[in-house]
C-alpha cells in the first residue's frame, strides 16, 4: 500500500479505517484528521492542542500507518518514564505491537527489545531524552536507519524544550541532533502549552521552522468552572464531592505539601478515599499512590503541582483548587486535567481574600529580578481578574490565549447570572479608613481589626488603639463581615490596598486615590450564599448524555465490577480496558451482539475479540 496516497477503501480514508478498526472511535476530533494525513505522508508538524483534546492519536496514527507502509518503527520521545508502562499496555489491548526503553528495564529485557526492533515487529518505541541520547541508542537507531525502519520521531511534551515554562529538561536540548542525524525522518513535536515564547523556542530548538503548525481551539466545552468564595473551604470541598462527585475520581490541588497532607487525612475521614501525593514523598511511594489513582476507580489524588503532567487518566471528573494557582497557564493545565474522555467534568475552586494577600506576597518577597516580577505580577492580575469576573469565565480564558468567543453557558457566571451590587461608595469608606489609621499615628493595621472598626465593633483593640473616636468608626455597620472582606479582597486584587510585612498591614497604593475620589468603580458580586443554589442540569451540545438510572445504572456497575477484575488480572488501569463512557454506552444499550457491541465508541477489533463474548454474556445474564 502506497501511504502517500492514503487510499481511501470504500469511501473511508486510511487514517479513518484505523481510527474505526484499532481505537473503535467512529469519528476524528477537530483538526486530527489533518494532522494524520499530513504526518502520515512524512511532513514535518507542530501540534498545539490543549490537555486531553487527543495528541496521541495524531502520532500513533501514522505510527501504525507508516509501519504498514513498510517505513518501520515510530519512536516516541517522552519525559514521563512512569507512565510508558500504562501507555504500552493501552497500545497492546489495541493489538498495536509497542514498546518502551527506560531505566525501569532488566537488560535482558531490554535486549528483547532491541531485538523486536530490529525485526520489525515493534510500531511505536516509547523512550525518555536522556535514553535517546546514549551511545548505545544512537547504534540501534543508525542500524534502523541503514535498513530503512524508521518511520517517524513523535516528541511530546515538546514545551520541555524551553527554559520559559517550568518543565524544562535540559536533555530535551539534545534533540536536535535526532534531525541532524537523520534529517529525511519526518517528526510530530506535541504540547498542550499555548503560549507565544514556548512555541518560538520549540520550533528554534528543534529546528522545526519548516514544520506546519496546527494549533487547535483552546476550548474545552466539558469542563465547567466555578470558582466560590473560600469561607471553610475543607468543608466546602467535601460538601462538592458529595453533593456532586460521589465515588468518581478527582484532583485537588493545595499550594503546601503540609496542607496536601492534611487534606487527603481531612477527606478520608470523612469517607471520601483520598491520596496524598507531592515532591517531599519519596519517589516509591508516589509511585505507589500514583499508580492506585490510575488504576483504581473513584479515587481522589490531592496533591501540589509536583503532580499531574502526562496523567492522562481519561475519568478525571472534577479537578478542584483549594489555593490560588499562580496564573492562568497554571491553572488551565492543572483543570485541563479533568473530563478527558469526553464526559462533563467539573473545575471547582476556592478563592479568598488570602489568596491574593499570599499570591502577591510571594511575588514581592521573591529574590528574581524586577523583570521576571513585573510579568508574574502581570499574570496573577490576569488570574485575579478571572477570579473575580462576573462575566463567562470561560470567555476569559479564552481570551487569555488569544480566542475569542460567546458566553458559554456552563460556567457558574453563565449558569447563575452573579448579582452585582455597586460597592464604590463601600470601597471609599474602607480605604478612607486605612488612610485614617496612617493619619493618626503613622499606624498600620490588619484586615480584622479594619473591619471591626467599619463595622463599629467595641472590640479591646479598638479601646487601646481608642478608635472609638476615628470618623469612620462604625460608618460600614450595614454591610456584613463577609461583604467587607469581599470588597477588600477586591481592592487588593485590584491593586488599591497592598498587605506587607510579617501581619499584613493594609496600605494605601497611588491608585487608591482615584477610587476615593470616585473614579473607579468597584462592582461586587453579591455573597453566594444570598442566593439560590439552584442547579441547572449538566450537559450541552456536544457534552454526552448524563450518566445512567434505573436498571441502567444496575447493568453500569456489573460492568464497572467486571472492568476492575479484568484490569487487575491484565495489571493495568482500568480506564485500559474501557473508558467509562464506553461502558455507560453499553448500559445504556444493552448490545446483543458482536455487531452491536462493535458500534459502540472505544470498542476496537481488537477488544470486540478479546472482551465480546464475556460482556455480551454479561449483559444477557441481566434480570
Ligand atoms: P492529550 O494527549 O491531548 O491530552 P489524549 O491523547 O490522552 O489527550 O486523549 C484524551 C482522550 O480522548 C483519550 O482518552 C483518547 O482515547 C480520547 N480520544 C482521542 N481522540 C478521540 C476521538 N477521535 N474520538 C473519541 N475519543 C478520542
Ligand atoms: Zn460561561
Known amino acids: 500500500m502506497s501511504i502517500e496516497r492514503l487510499d481511501a477503501v470504500d469511501g473511508v480514508s486510511a487514517p479513518l479505517a484505523v481510527l474505526r478498526e484499532v481505537f473503535g472511535y467512529p469519528e476524528f476530533r ?113 542500524a534502523l536507519h541503514e535498513r530503512g525502519k524508521l518511520a517517524l520521531f513523535a516528541i511530546d511534551e515538546a514545551h520541555c524544550v524551553s527554559q520559559w515554562g517550568h518543565d524544562f529538561r535540559a536533555e530535551y536540548l539534545g534533540l536536535g541532533s535526532l534531525h541532524e542525524r537523520f534529517p529525511e525522518v519526518p517528526r510530530i513535536a506535541l504540547t498542550a502549552t499555548a503560549d507565544e515564547h514556548t512555541r518560538a523556542d520549540i520550533l528554534e530548538r528543534l529546528q522545526l521552522q519548516d514544520a506546519r503548525r496546527f494549533i487547535t481551539s483552546f476550548d ?121 474522555g469526553g464526559q462533563p467534568a467539573d473545575a ?112 479591646d483593640k479598638v479601646e487601646q488603639y481608642q478608635h472609638q473616636h476615628l470618623s469612620t468608626f462604625g460608618i460600614g455597620a450595614d454591610l456584613s463581615e463577609g461583604q467587607w472582606r469581599g470588597v477588600l479582597r477586591q481592592l487588593i486584587a485590584l491593586g488599591h490596598v497592598q498587605a506587607q510585612g510579617e501581619f499584613n498591614t493594609l496600605a494605601l497604593t497611588v491608585s487608591a486615590r482615584e477610587v476615593l475620589r470616585g473614579e473607579i468603580q468597584i462592582l461586587m458580586r453579591e455573597p453566594p450564599a444570598a442566593r439560590s443554589r439552584a442547579r441547572a442540569a449538566k450537559g450541552r451540545a456536544g457534552v454526552e448524555a448524563p450518566p445512567p438510572v434505573g436498571p441502567a445504572a444496575t447493568r453500569l456497575a456489573k460492568l464497572k465490577a467486571w472492568r476492575a477484575e479484568t484490569a487487575r488480572a491484565r495489571n493495568v488501569p482500568a480506564y485500559v480496558v474501557f473508558h467509562d463512557a464506553t461502558l455507560e454506552d453499553m448500559a445504556r444499550v444493552v448490545p446483543g451482539t458482536y455487531l452491536a457491541l462493535g458500534a459502540i465508541a472505544g470498542v476496537g477489533a481488537r477488544k470486540l475479540e478479546a472482551y465480546g463474548e464475556e460482556i455480551l454474556q454479561l449483559l444477557a445474564a441481566e434480570e
Not at 440 to 458: A, M, N, T, W, Y
Open 30 to 142: 477537530g483538526v486530527q484528521q489533518q494532522i494524520v494525513e499530513h504526518v502520515s505522508a512524512g511532513a514535518d508538524a507542530l501540534v498545539l492542542m490543549p490537555t486531553g483534546a487527543g495528541k496521541s492519536l495524531c502520532y500513533q496514527i501514522p505510527a501504525i500507518l507508516r509501519q504498514r507502509a513498510g517505513h518501520g518503527v515510530t519512536l516516541v520521545v517522552s519525559p514521563l518514564i512512569a507512565l510508558m508502562h500504562d501507555q504500552v499496555s493501552a497500545l497492546d489491548e489495541l493489538g498495536v505491537p509497542a514498546a518502551f526503553l527506560n531505566s525501569s528495564l532488566e537488560l535482558n529485557e531490554a535486549r528483547r527489545v532491541e531485538q523486536d526492533l530490529l525485526a520489525g515487529r515493534i510500531t511505536l518505541l516509547y523512550a525518555a531524552p536522556e535514553r535517546v541520547l546514549t551511545e548505545r541508542f544512537a547504534t540501534l537507531l543508525g
Open 220 to 340: 474545552r466545552p466539558n469542563i465547567r468552572y466555578q470558582i466560590v468564595e473560600k469561607s471553610e473551604p475543607r468543608r466546602q470541598l467535601l460538601h462538592f464531592i458529595q453533593t456532586e462527585h460521589a465515588g468518581e475520581a478527582g484532583i485537588v490541588y493545595c499550594q503546601s505539601r503540609k496542607k496536601v497532607e492534611e487534606t487527603a487525612e481531612f477527606l478520608s475521614e470523612e469517607g471520601v478515599p483520598a491520596l496524598p501525593y507531592h515532591a517531599g514523598f519519596p519517589a516509591e511511594q508516589r509511585r505507589v499512590n500514583q499508580d492506585r489513582f490510575l488504576r483504581e476507580d473513584g479515587l481522589v489524588m490531592v496533591a501540589t503541582i509536583a503532580f499531574g503532567m502526562g496523567i492522562d487518566k481519561p475519568d478525571v471528573r472534577f479537578v478542584a483548587h483549594l489555593d490560588l494557582p499562580r496564573n492562568i497557564e497554571g491553572y488551565y493545565q492543572e483543570t485541563g486535567r479533568g473530563g478527558r
Open 348 to 459: 471547582w475552586m476556592t478563592y479568598g481574600l488570602a489568596d491574593v494577600v499570599n499570591q502577591r506576597r510571594m511575588i514581592d518577597e521573591s529574590e528574581a529580578e524586577e523583570d521576571f516580577k513585573r510579568l508574574q505580577r502581570a499574570k496573577l492580575d490576569a488570574l485575579l481578574a478571572l477570579a473575580e469576573a462576573h462575566d463567562c469565565r470561560r470567555v476569559r480564558l479564552l481570551a487569555y490565549f488569544g480566542e475569542s468567543g460567546a458566553p458559554c453557558g456552563n460556567c457558574d457566571n453563565c449558569l447563575n447570572p452573579p448579582v452585582t451590587w455597586n460597592a464604590t461608595e463601600a470601597a471609599r469608606k474602607l480605604l478612607s479608613c486605612i488612610y485614617r489609621f496612617h493619619q493618626q499615628r503613622g499606624q498600620r493595621f490588619g484586615s480584622g481589626h479594619l473591619i471591626d472598626v467599619l463595622r463599629g465593633k467595641e472590640t
